[in-house]
């Protein structure tokens, strides 16, 4: 089955640093990619879509930039989370959908990343 | 725009009972999505509907779009230890378009006790 791979899984930063999280779609394309933040016991909400080559497109309310996306390839998005403060620290998960022509409709989740900021 | 409303939000059951999850929207659903996860970790794909009145199994689970294609449900028969989880439903935001987001219920926690 497809895979999307999330890096890293779980980080500590100081408040005021940056943080650079990775997904990566393993055996697929994916022209598009989604960024999602999880809160505890809550769903996942939507925080922008991800575009391969051109400007990601952001949830109202978040803020472009703060959580800096990058598609800069058909397998890799980064969500960089900048000057980080301790209510930044969330999990963020990132979902991917095969854009290869496989048929494939489902989304593809990452195993997400735990971002504590101190 | 669309959201969706899932019921009960946690559930406790014995071993071996049966149980149902509920996901309603308050629009026409294109794409209903079941997924499992665990606290924490990323989110497993149970299954996707799209038709009304579709039904699909995967061992011990089931999941139904009504006709209208408003309410999912999903069942678990026998329920074991290795089905506790966080189980969401989600839908496309945008109905004619097969590559966007997924917007996502609440979750419903499932314990299973022993």
Known sequence: GAVVSQHPSWVICKSGTSV?????????????????????????????????????????GVEKDKFLINHASLTLSTLTVTSAHPEDSSFYICSAR??????????????????TVV | SQELEQSPQSLIVQEGKNLTINCTSSKTLYGLYWYKQKYGEGLIFLMMLQKGGEEKSHEKITAKLDEKKQQSSLHITASQPSHAGIYLCGARRLSNQ?????????????????
Request: with cysteine; glycine share 12%.
């Open chain 1, 20 to 60: 650079k999280i990775e997904c990566r779609s393993l055996d697929f394309q994916a022209t598009t990619m989604f960024w999602y933040r999880q809160f505890p016991k809550q769903s996942l909400m939507l925080m922008a879509t991800s575009n391969e080559g051109s400007k990601a497109t952001y949830e109202q």
């Open chain 1, 98 to 115: 095969d854009s290869g022509g496989s048929g494939r409709t489902e989304a593809f989740f990452g195993q997400g990343t735990r971002l």
């Open chain 2, 98 to 114: 097969a590559g966007t987001a997924l917007i996502f219920g609440k979750g419903t926690t499932l314990s299973v006790s022993s």
